[in-house]
């Protein structure tokens, strides 16, 4: 699995942002099926750690620090995993990553460890 974000940018504070994760690489549609996908970040100078992450059912589970204010979505037909961030925040400021994992259980969590593919990363600053 291939994945590839799109979307980063340099924004003022209370600005919004829509992150794009471009999905190639499945053998099959029914393989797809069982993966779900996630956003992580990475703040400068500290650890990574999950954002927002949905199953292949489209059901979504965020982390506290942005409940409310990012939303993640998937568009099975165009092969892509979206995040619309809004009200962002100084403290959003990071280097966002998308991945996937096999099975909805993987993602729930957003652990780092359970992620089988990750993308490069999109680079979202938020000035004051």
């Known amino acids: 699995v291939q994945l590839v974000e799109s979307g980063g940018g340099s924004v003022q504070s209370g600005g919004s942002l829509r992150l794009s994760c471009e999905v190639s690489?499945?053998?099959?549609?029914?393989?797809?099926?069982?993966?779900?996908w996630a956003w992580f970040r990475q703040p400068p100078g500290k650890g990574r750690e999950g954002v927002a992450s949905i199953g292949s059912d489209g059901r979504p589970s965020y982390a506290d620090a942005i409940q409310g204010r990012f939303t993640i979505s998937q568009d099975n037909a165009k092969n892509t995993v979206s995040l619309q961030m809004n009200s962002l925040k100084p403290e959003d400021t990071a280097m966002y990553y998308c991945?996937?994992?096999?099975?909805?259980?993987?993602?729930?969590?957003?652990?780092?460890?359970?992620?089988?593919?990750w993308g490069k990363g999109t680079l979202v600053t938020i000035s004051s």
């Open positions: 991945a996937a994992a096999k099975y909805w259980y993987r993602c729930r969590t957003m652990a780092q460890v359970d992620m089988n593919s």
């Open positions: 690489g499945f053998t099959s549609s029914s393989l797809k099926t069982t993966y779900c």
